[in-house]
């Protein structure tokens, strides 16, 4: 069946430092993909998305990348923050289709001081 | 401010009993949307409503039910046949299409006595 995984379930990294969370689909249809960060408690909050015309989009201090080739998804954290720990998740769908939001399992990134 | 406001933050059922969780958004959102959480995994959809006095099941929707008789408000209520309901409910609103991004309210935590 159709799947949205990520790579790793756990993330550290120290403050300052670069985070990229990865994400692979396996709907080759696939043509729109998003990603949330969910804060303990809180619901999730939309950070950035990008369709499958582009290979990357830049918002502040995140950046995703797509590689449709090898259907997969990876969001770039600049210069992280303690602010920054979270689950993140992407979410995949096709766009113009009845078919709703596919949502992967998260990672939990955690920034060390 | 606009958004969507899940009421009560907890909530805790007894043997039996069918509960009641709140969504209101002021967003003029047309679709709005009940997703489950269950620790670790992602979010998968209860019901989900296009428009106002329509709405469809989503992937797990045995021992739920909802309604939506304002645009503005799409409640769901847990019930008695719901055997495993302790889970972190979201609701959640686009503006109109299935397939783009979401916005999520706060969550309401269920569990059982």
């Known amino acids: 069946g159709e799947s949205v995984g990520l790579h790793l379930p756990t993330l550290s990294v120290q403050e300052g430092d670069n985070s990229i969370i990865n994400c692979a689909y396996s709907n080759s249809a696939s043509d729109y993909f998003i990603w949330y960060k969910q804060e303990s408690g809180k619901g999730p909050q939309f950070i950035i998305d990008i369709r499958s015309n582009m290979d990357k989009r830049q918002g502040q201090r995140v950046t995703v990348l797509l590689n449709k080739t090898v259907k997969h998804l990876s969001l770039q954290i600049a210069a992280t923050q303690p602010g920054d720990s979270a689950v993140y998740f992407c979410?995949?769908?096709?766009?113009?289709?009845?078919?709703?939001?596919?949502f992967g399992s998260g990672t939990q990134l955690t920034v060390l001081p | 401010d606009g958004g969507i406001t899940q009421s009560p933050k907890y909530l805790f059922r007894k043997e039996g009993q069918n509960v009641t969780l709140s969504c209101e958004q002021n967003?003029?959102?047309?679709?709005m949307y009940w997703y489950r959480q269950d620790p670790g995994q992602g979010l998968r959809l209860i019901y989900y409503s296009q428009i106002v006095n329509d709405f469809q099941k989503g992937d797990i929707a045995e021992g739920y039910s909802v309604s939506r008789e304002k645009k503005e408000s799409f409640p769901l209520t847990v019930t008695s046949a719901q055997k495993n309901p302790t889970a972190f409910y979201l609701c959640a609103s686009s503006i109109g299409t299935p397939n783009e991004k979401l916005f999520f309210g706060s969550g309401t935590q269920l569990s059982v006595l």
């Open positions: 967003l003029n959102h047309d679709a």
């Open positions: 979410a995949e769908n096709i766009l113009g289709s009845a078919r709703q939001l596919t």
